[in-house]
């Protein structure tokens, strides 16, 4: 060997590398996920530990979520060693009301179970993360661990319980929401609760209460722990959201963490370092925890 010639250390464990598998058709009603895989040499996935899982679910106002959004944060995750699958659920605008947004992403995190062994992850370990709309579905999952009424008959052997959420900006409570949305424009939202709900305006309240995670969080049952953050500058979906959510979720007896972030808007200006490495905090410290 040359003497004057560098020398650098190899990287036998490969850490700090990432794959990117796309299009991944999860559903028979062709919805597709976007993983992002902790690299393994040659595509060799039992050669590495199996890994913690994030499911991320991108906001879209539950039409078609963007799968490329945040993969540049996400895919730090898997450098650490956590896999992140972000997920695509079908769309109001496309004649698909509720809840077949929920149902949807319910049926992916039963699909990652149920291809755990392919991907190398660890099903013990899955956490939720979404924002916005995304935020709501998040919640949804949390709360609404494997109830019955959510249940496709896809890969009905798995469950769809996550084990930590982290909701940004996400509504929480629909009824006052929509409510306030009414008076402020009657005509464009009324077309999108028909969109959204059905044409039938006297069960809109109701089923608004139902998608709503902080009117479900009940004291005496069991709930994953939560991370809020919310912008206080967001004209999109007020404070008084994540502040709902919080209450129900302290009051229901469930371990609940919440931030606002000052003087941020939705989306955008909201996503400073400290917003990201709470988040980060937040779900390596769980998911890796459990690590072996």
């Not at 190899?10 to 990117?20: R, V, Y």
């Not at 699909?111 to 992850?121: K, V």
């Not at 919310?230 to 209450?247: F, I, N, S, W």
């Not at 490495?277 to 779900?283: C, G, M, N, P, T």
Request: proline residues 7%; glycine residues 8%.
């Amino acid at each position: 060997m040359i003497e004057q010639i560098g020398h650098l250390p190899m990287n036998p464990l490969l850490s700090g590398q990432a794959e990117l598998k796309q299009h991944v058709v999860y559903s028979r009603n062709g919805q597709t996920l976007t993983l992002v895989l902790p690299w393994a040499h040659r595509d060799r996935r039992g050669d590495i530990p199996p890994t913690p899982l994030i499911v991320f679910v991108q906001g879209s106002g539950w039409t078609t979520p963007d799968l490329d959004y945040e993969l540049p944060m996400l895919s730090r995750f898997a450098e650490e060693g956590i896999a992140v699958a972000t997920v695509s659920h079908r769309s109001t605008l496309d004649g698909h009301p509720f809840p077949a947004f929920l149902l949807d992403v319910k049926c992916a995190v039963r699909y990652l179970r149920a291809h755990a062994g392919e991907y190398h992850i660890d099903p013990k370990r899955v956490a939720a993360f979404g924002t916005s709309s995304g935020g709501n579905t998040v919640c949804l999952l949390g709360v609404t661990g494997d109830d019955p009424r959510y249940r496709t008959e896809e890969y009905p052997e798995q469950s769809d319980a996550v084990c930590a959420v982290v909701s940004c900006f996400g509504p929480a409570e629909l009824v006052t929401l929509f409510a306030q949305r009414l008076q402020k424009n009657r005509e464009k939202t009324e077309e999108r609760l028909t969109r959204m709900l059905g044409p039938d305006r006297s069960s809109w309240q109701a089923r608004l209460a139902e998608y709503s995670p902080a009117l479900l969080a009940k004291p005496g049952k069991k709930y994953p722990p939560f991370l809020l953050l919310h912008g206080t500058a967001d004209t999109v979906l007020p404070c008084e959201q994540t502040e709902r959510m919080y209450k129900a979720l302290r009051d229901a007896g469930a371990s609940v963490r919440a931030y606002y972030v000052d003087g941020a808007e939705h989306e955008g200006n909201f996503w400073g370092p400290e917003v990201r490495r709470v988040i980060h905090d937040e779900l390596a410290g769980r998911l890796l925890a459990g690590a072996v």
